[in-house]
């Protein structure tokens, strides 16, 4: 797949879930010349640990978008509830219709379909909903996810997977999640890519292929 001026958005229903599931990825088409936008349905105000301020989350996600190279004026920030986006799901599938029409994206990120959490999988529902006309895939998050089909894999560098680690500690909120710690988002990377017979690589769930 080229991705040479290809427009791709990656939806996160929280700060961070792009980031972990495809972090790498952005990286990577970045760097072949693709337009990335990065849509945060929410800041999870709500789940900001004692110590922070509530928007932090919003800080800290434009830092790690900063480091994975995506343009400020690419990032959209929604500030819907943590766990109750399945209440404005028609409120989220009209703000991303609007995106559709406005950037009209060659390819979109989102959760995988197997996706467990109620706020992530309402956000690929949607997604599906709206992007009919873009080639999908889903990412992992694999504490959420009770199977997975890896049906498509992009390969990635040292270079690639060491800007996902930075963009990730970016997160000062979420240290000390196992899922944050770089050597599983290293181990995580490394068997991926020995499926597919190189050193790194991640994995989607392929929802919807356009091959022009």
């Known amino acids: 797949m080229e991705f040479n001026n290809k427009k791709v958005i990656v939806l ?3 700060t961070d879930d792009g980031e972990l599931g495809c972090g790498a990825s952005i990286a990577k088409i970045l760097q072949e010349g693709a337009i990335v936008y990065y849509v945060a349905l929410s800041t999870a105000e709500q789940s900001v640990p004692d110590g922070f301020p509530k928007n932090r989350l919003e800080v800290e996600v434009k830092k ?10 690419n990032l959209y920030i929604l500030k819907h509830e943590v ?11 009209q703000t991303l219709v609007e995106l559709r029409t406005k950037i009209q994206p060659d390819i979109v990120f989102l959760p995988s379909s197997k996706d467990i959490h109620q706020d992530h999988i309402t956000v690929t529902q949607e997604g599906i909903r709206a992007f009919k006309y873009s080639t999908i895939l889903g ?3 694999i504490w959420n996810n009770l199977s997975f089909d890896t049906d498509c894999f992009i390969k990635i560098n040292q270079e690639h997977l060491e800007k996902k680690i930075e963009a990730l500690q970016c997160y000062e909120t979420q240290k000390g999640k196992a899922y944050m710690d770089p050597k599983f988002i290293t181990s995580l990377a490394t068997v991926r890519g020995t499926q597919i017979g190189t050193t790194y690589a991640e994995a989607f769930e392929l929802i919807r292929w356009i091959i022009e």
Not at 83 to 93: D, G, S, T, W
């Open 83 to 93: 766990r109750k986006l399945n209440y404005v799901r028609q409120e989220i599938l």
């Open 64 to 73: 790690a978008t900063q480091a994975l190279g995506i343009d400020d004026d």
């Open 12 to 14: 996160a229903p929280h």
């Open 139 to 141: 990412y992992e998050l």
